[in-house]
C-alpha cells in the first residue's frame, strides 16, 4: 500500500495552508461586534451561526459569489486535484454517483446519491456494487452523461504519467495488483479496458471489488470518481478548462490570478437533489497578499477565502473585536501533534515516549499554535472528533487538564533508564510560525525534567524528503517530529491509517513518522475496512486508537480550528465536516 503520497498532497491542501500564521493570541473580541461587517448586502447571521446550521437560509436565486484567496488550485482537473478546498469548489462544474450530504457539520459526512439514483446495491459478498444513473444528466452541450464517461474518468487515475498528483484511492482498491495502465495506453477499441468497472449500458455501472472496503463509498465521493468525455479530455491540459457536468461551467481561467464560472444552461434542477445552484456568477481572485486579502475580506469586497485557511492575526482581531457576526471558528478535522520514530533512541522505548507527554505543557502548546479559537481544543488522542470511534471520555494520559505532570515524566524517565534526563532534536517546518512556536514551548518544558531538545527548523518545502526519509530522521536524531494530519475522508481508513499502519512506512514521503508496524494494529484496520457498517466500523478504529495512543508513539496538541471569515451577503453557508470545516460551497447563495 503507498497512499502516503496521495494523503500528504490532501494535507498540503488543507493545512499547509496555513499561511496566515496563527501564533499570536488570539483576540477575545468584546460583545456580538458589529452585526453588518462586510459592508454590502444583508446582516450578518451572528458569530457561530454557520457551525452546526445554516446561517442565512435562503432560496433566492441570482447575483455574483465571489470567492478570494492567496493559492490556486493544484489543479482543476477532477482527477488530478487534491486540494481540499479544490475537492469542495468542483462540484459546481463536476458530479458524482454519490457526493456528501449538503448539510452542516456532522451529516455531511454521510453520502447521499448525486448521478445516481441512490447510494448502490451491493452483493451478498460485500464485494460488488451497482448503480443505475438518474434521467436529465447532461454535459454543457446538451449531450447526456453515460456510465462509459463515469468509467473514463475514473481510469483516468491510472495514467500517473500524465495525470499525476491526484488521490489514488480508487486505483488501490479497484486494482491492488496495478494490472491496468490507464486509458491513454488502454488498447482496447473503446479504451474502457479496466476490468474492475462494467458498464453493461449507458445508465448502468457495476465496480467489482477484490475485497470488502467499507469506505469505497466515500471513495467514490470525490472528484477523481468524477466522469471525463473522451472527446474533451487533453489529458496534462484538462485542468486549464474542464467540460462541466454540473450547474455551472468555466469562462475563463488565469493560473495564480483568477477563474469564472457562469451558468450551465444545460443543467437541468431535476436531475440534482444536491446542489442549489442559487448564485448566477461564481468568480474566484487569486492575490498573493494575506493582509490584504484580509482587508478585502472585511471591507466586503469579497465573500470568502477559498482556501478556508482562516484570517491572519491582524484581520483576526479586527474581525473578532468589530465584527464578531461575521466569523465562524469550525473545527478543520486535522490534528496538529508531535511524533516519536522509534529508531532514534531513547524513543524506542515507551516510557521515554510517556515522559515527553507528561513533560509538555499542553495549555502552553494550545496558546502557541493560536489559543482555543485559533489553535483549537486540545487533543486528546489520535482521532478527531468527526471519525467514528471518538470518544470524548477516552484521555489516557489527562491531557485535557492542560498542565505538565512532572512527577509521571520523571517517574516515566526513571522507567526507560534515563532518570537524568536525555538528549534529542525536535524537526519544525521552518515555514510555519505556529509549528515553531510549539517546539519552543516544548523545549521549555521537556527542560525542566532533564530532557535537552535542540530545534532543528528545515525547509518546510522539502517535507517529503527530510521527516518523510526514515533514513534522514534517524541520521538527523529527530527524536520528536511537528507536523499535523487531515483525512481524504472522515473515517479510520481515512484518517488514522495512513500513519499508524506499518505496511504504509515509505522510503520516502513517508507519514507514519514513529514507523509503528504492530500486527495487532495493522489487523484492526484490515477488521475495520472488510466491515461494511459503519458503527461496527468505527469500534474497531476505536481499538486501533487505543493502541496507538496508549502506546504513546505520538503526542497530539490540538483537534485545528480557524477563524473563518462570512460575508453578510452570503446565504446558506455552514461548514462542513466533510470539507474539514469549509463552507459547503456547493450550497451557498448571496444576496444581490
Avoid at 189 to 204: F, H, N, V
Avoid at 340 to 361: L, Q
Avoid at 500 to 512: H, L, V, Y
Wanted: aromatic content about 10%.
Amino acid at each position: 500500500m503507498t497512499t502516503q503520497r496521495t494523503s500528504r498532497r490532501r494535507l498540503a491542501a488543507g493545512a499547509a495552508l496555513a499561511v496566515a500564521a496563527l501564533v499570536t493570541t488570539t483576540a477575545c473580541g468584546g460583545g456580538g461586534g458589529k452585526s453588518d461587517g462586510g459592508g454590502k448586502g444583508g446582516k450578518a447571521a451572528g458569530f457561530n451561526a454557520g457551525v452546526n446550521k445554516v446561517a442565512a437560509p435562503s432560496g433566492k436565486k441570482g447575483g455574483e459569489l465571489k470567492f478570494i484567496g492567496t493559492q490556486d488550485a493544484d489543479s482543476w482537473d477532477p482527477q488530478r486535484g487534491y486540494y481540499g478546498f479544490m475537492w469542495d469548489f468542483a462540484r459546481y462544474y463536476t458530479r458524482t454517483l454519490v457526493t456528501p450530504k449538503p448539510a452542516p457539520g456532522l451529516d455531511s459526512v454521510n453520502v447521499v446519491p448525486d448521478m445516481a439514483t441512490d447510494t448502490g446495491q451491493l452483493s451478498a459478498d460485500k464485494k460488488t456494487y451497482t448503480f443505475k444513473l438518474r434521467d436529465g444528466l447532461t454535459w454543457e452541450d446538451g449531450q447526456p452523461v453515460t456510465t462509459q464517461q463515469i468509467k473514463y474518468g475514473i481510469e483516468r487515475t491510472w495514467a500517473t504519467d500524465k495525470i499525476s498528483g491526484g488521490p489514488l484511492w480508487l486505483m488501490q482498491v479497484l486494482d491492488p495488483n496495478k494490472e491496468y495502465k490507464g486509458p491513454y495506453k488502454d488498447e482496447s477499441k473503446d479504451k474502457l479496458g479496466l476490468k474492475a468497472i462494467e458498464t453493461p449500458d449507458e445508465k448502468t455501472i457495476v465496480f467489482h471489488l477484490p475485497k470488502p472496503n467499507g469506505d469505497f463509498l466515500q471513495m467514490l465521493a470525490i472528484p477523481a470518481a468524477a466522469p471525463v468525455r473522451p472527446d474533451k479530455d487533453t489529458a496534462e491540459k484538462y485542468g486549464s478548462r474542464p467540460f462541466s457536468s454540473g450547474p455551472y461551467k468555466f469562462v475563463s481561467y488565469t493560473p495564480n490570478k483568477g477563474l469564472e464560472l457562469v451558468r450551465n444552461d444545460k443543467w437541468d434542477q431535476k436531475s440534482d437533489s444536491v446542489r442549489k445552484a442559487l448564485p448566477d456568477k461564481i468568480t474566484v481572485k487569486l492575490t498573493t497578499n494575506a493582509d490584504d486579502m484580509d482587508n478585502k475580506l472585511l471591507a466586503g469586497e469579497y465573500d470568502l477565502d477559498i482556501n478556508a485557511t482562516g484570517l491572519g492575526s491582524t484581520g483576526r482581531q479586527k474581525a473578532m473585536n468589530s465584527y464578531k457576526a461575521n466569523v465562524d471558528n469550525p473545527q478543520t478535522g486535522f490534528i496538529r501533534y508531535a511524533a516519536f520514530p522509534k529508531t532514534v533512541a531513547p524513543f524506542d522505548n515507551e516510557h521515554c515516549r510517556k515522559a515527553v507527554i507528561y513533560a509538555a505543557d499542553h495549555t502552553s502548546i494550545q496558546t502557541a499554535r493560536g489559543g482555543p479559537q485559533a489553535g483549537g481544543d486540545i487533543a486528546i488522542s489520535m482521532l478527531p472528533p468527526a471519525v467514528k470511534g471518538f470518544d470524548a471520555n477516552y484521555d489516557p494520559f489527562n491531557l485535557k487538564q492542560g498542565k505538565p505532570d512532572e512527577a509521571k515524566a520523571k517517574e516515566e524517565l526513571k522507567a526507560c533508564g534515563k532518570p537524568e534526563g536525555f538528549k534529542t532534536t525536535i524537526a519544525v517546518r521552518n515555514n510555519k510560525p505556529p509549528e515553531v512556536a510549539t517546539a519552543e514551548s516544548m523545549q521549555a518544558a521537556l527542560k525542566k525534567v532533564g530532557i535537552d531538545a535542540q530545534i532543528d527548523q528545515y525547509d518546510g518545502a522539502q517535507s517529503t524528503g527530510i521527516i518523510g526519509a526514515p533514513k534522514n530522521v534517524k541520521d538527523k536524531n529527530y527524536g520528536i517530529i511537528i507536523m499535523g494530519w487531515g483525512a481524504d475522508f472522515l473515517s479510520g481508513q481515512g484518517f488514522l491509517q495512513p500513519i499508524a499502519d506499518g505496511r504504509f512506512i515509505q522510503e520516502s514521503g513517508n507519514q507514519n513518522y514513529p514507523e509503528l508496524n504492530d500486527p495487532e494494529v495493522n489487523k484492526l484496520f484490515d477488521q475495520a475496512i472488510a466491515e461494511i457498517d459503519v458503527d461496527k466500523a468505527g469500534k474497531l478504529y476505536q481499538e486501533a486508537n487505543k493502541k496507538v495512543t496508549e502506546g504513546a508513539w505520538y503526542l497530539p496538541f490540538v483537534y485545528d480550528r480557524t477563524i473563518t471569515w462570512r460575508s453578510s451577503r452570503l446565504t446558506n453557508a455552514y461548514t462542513s465536516d466533510a470539507y474539514n470545516g469549509r463552507y459547503d460551497y456547493a450550497s451557498l447563495g448571496v444576496v444581490k
